[in-house]
């Protein structure tokens, strides 16, 4: 995993026609984190493992960019589904535990993955709801916490004050907050051992 | 992490535990040259890091969206060190909207108007996330408050179908010239041009208003036309059946029921640049009836050569009917 080490934010110039890596990230939250929902339904249908779930996620995150880092694929949606498959192959493989046959799942999609994605254009109203189920999720100190920092622009510091708490504990509640958003945003629910 | 994770604590989720401790550090607290560093550092440690953090970067950047509308509102602060990230989705203002009202904040009328128009001819679709939708037929210019409540738009010209899903919480509300429309659940269409503004309802009711609150508003329910010029306002009940052809542009047609000359070509001079004129008002006072393309100006001609035996003369840009 860390064998191109060399291509790290030391020298992000030198790249030559590779892209640069701040590329990369504007490629990967622009192209690939609209697709999180589709990547994680496919990964629940073809995984029995669920607590495996997020670190698959990852490792294909991680597979997809370093390919980026070469080149940017151009149909995000295609690559990042392949990547999955392989991915969930090669562990079937090396853990022995399903057939493989058991990843067809992704013919299936097939037709989705030629089209553009039309998640990437509307927030439907499940959005909403689910906008709302995450909000209600966060503790309410958590909740506070965001509000004060997004809607009236407070720092970490101003919170704590208006808060009354330690600083330690907001960064808490705001690393919690940032996290069950970002999963609201990409598709996920967020996971219940995660009550903030 | 909790303890009670019955399985076997995943790497991805500490990593992403760590991400988020870097992001709200940098983005809510005073972060200087050497935080960057030591962020960098981590982020270098693993590609795993870096997309763990982009990931929230995106999202977080996401969320923000929603709350953006409210941010223009509250006074400017020392800017934060916060990096601008490419937009994701397509705007969707309702749900900005709806998180100012779960946030618990009244949202305030905005000033920020995005104005849709299509040229002669042209002919265009606005959907909202509750399902209602707009259509704007040739030649019009509408305006709207995306971010307000209620939801208000300017009809400065042209011809728009209005079809809204009823939110008497999120009255829709259409300004035309001194007339204020709102909407009570309903399909309705609203047209206007220099001399008059007509509004014809299709289903459900409609409240008219003058801008000026110099009139009482009045409810208008299916089948109602009414015509409002400087002089005043009239109204008159149509036929559904009628009215259903006057939304012939939906699928690109003129439709005309015992029409006069006048009429029809003033019709089809909306739709198109190439005009049509009528030579005398004999030719103005015939009547025609039948069904065309809004942009088959030459069939329409050839109709009116044949059936009424006029003569057709094109001459540059217009095409003159005469005896």
């Known amino acids: 995993m860390d064998e ?24 990967f939250i622009r192209e690939v984190l609209p697709l999180e929902a589709i990547l994680m339904q496919f990964l629940h249908h073809n995984w029995r493992n669920q607590s495996d779930i997020a670190d698959l996620r990852q490792d294909v995150y991680t597979r997809v960019c370093d390919a980026a880092r070469r080149q940017l694929p151009e149909h995000a949606k295609r690559f990042v589904l392949t990547t999955a498959r392989n991915l969930l192959i090669n562990r079937m493989r090396d853990e022995h535990v399903v057939p493989i046959e058991a990843v067809a799942d992704i013919d299936a999609l097939g037709v989705a993955i030629d089209q553009p994605g039309p998640e990437q254009i509307i927030m439907a109203r499940d959005d909403l709801r689910r906008l709302q189920r995450v909000l209600d999720r966060l503790s309410p100190r958590c909740r506070e916490a965001m509000i004060l920092a997004h809607i009236e622009g407070l720092s970490g510091q101003e919170i704590a004050a208006r808060m009354n708490i330690g600083q330690a504990t907001v960064s808490e509640h705001l690393a919690n907050g940032i996290r069950a958003l970002t999963d609201m945003m990409f598709g996920e629910m967020p996971d219940l051992g995660r009550k903030a | 992490m909790s303890e009670a994770q019955k399985f076997r604590p995943s790497t991805a989720m500490e990593i992403e535990i760590r991400a988020a401790a870097w992001l709200q550090r940098k983005r809510y607290w005073m972060w200087n040259d050497e935080d960057q560093v030591a962020l960098d550092a981590w982020l270098d440690e693993s590609p795993a890091h870096d997309v763990a953090f982009w990931r929230l970067e995106g999202g977080l950047s996401q969320a923000e969206r929603f709350a953006a509308l409210k941010h223009l509102l509250t006074a400017t602060r020392t800017p934060r060190n916060r990096r601008i990230l490419p937009l994701m989705f397509g705007a969707v203002a309702s749900l900005a909207v709806f998180v100012g009202l779960l946030f618990g904040i009244p949202f305030i009328q905005q000033n920020n108007l995005h ?19 707009i259509e704007l037929n040739t030649d019009t210019v509408v305006r709207l408050a995306s971010g307000a409540r209620p939801l208000s738009l300017y009809l400065d010209k042209g011809e728009v179908f209005f079809q809204i899903k009823h939110n008497a919480d999120r009255p829709f509300v259409i300004h035309a010239g001194d007339h204020r429309i709102v909407d009570l659940g309903t399909k309705f269409i609203i047209r206007r041009d220099e001399q008059q503004l007509q509004l014809a309802v299709m289903e459900g009711r409609v409240q008219l208003d003058a801008e000026n609150n110099s009139a009482k508003p009045r409810t208008l329910t299916a089948g109602d036309v009414v015509v409002a010029t400087a002089k005043g306002v009239t109204s008159e009940r149509k036929p559904l059946t009628a009215l ?21 070509v003033s019709e089809f001079n909306r739709y198109n640049s190439r005009k049509l004129l009528v030579a005398d008002t004999h030719v103005a006072r015939l009547t025609i009836d039948g069904k065309f393309r809004t942009n088959n100006i030459d069939l329409f001609a050839r109709v009116t050569r044949d059936v009424l035996k006029l003569r057709i003369e094109t001459i540059g840009n217009e095409t003159v009917l005469s005896r």
């Open chain 2, 244 to 264: 259903s052809d006057e939304l012939g542009w939906q699928r690109g047609e003129l439709v005309f029921d015992h029409v006069t000359l006048a009429y029809a």
């Open chain 1, 4 to 27: 191109k080490r060399e291509n790290g934010r030391e020298n992000p110039d030198v790249q030559g026609a590779f892209p640069r890596k701040r590329d990369v990230a504007n490629w």
């Open chain 2, 115 to 133: 104005t849709y128009a299509t040229a002669v001819g042209g002919h265009r679709t606005l959907s909202f996330a509750d399902g209602s939708k």
